[in-house]
């Protein structure tokens, strides 16, 4: 399993800070913003081999299941 943000908010919020600093902002001043939408992505070719029961609830809220 692997949880982590979704690049595409990564990318948008590293542009917003950009395009501040681009308009006089200074960088010290501006607040550090982490991105709010994560991925979770769960191998199941790889649980079975490991001997892992996912239960179906956590598959549900994946993103991606790998099979």
């Given at each position: 399993m692997s949880c982590s943000y979704n690049l595409d908010d990564a990318v948008r919020l590293s542009a917003d800070v950009v395009n501040k600093i681009m308009r006089g902002a200074k960088a010290g001043e501006i607040p550090i913003q982490q991105p709010t939408k994560l991925r979770l992505?769960?191998?199941?070719?790889?649980?079975?081999?490991?001997?892992?029961?996912?239960?179906?609830?956590?598959?549900?809220?994946a993103n991606q299941v790998i099979e």
């Open positions: 992505v769960i191998n199941l070719e790889t649980a079975k081999t490991l001997g892992l029961r996912i239960p179906e609830a956590l598959l549900v809220r």
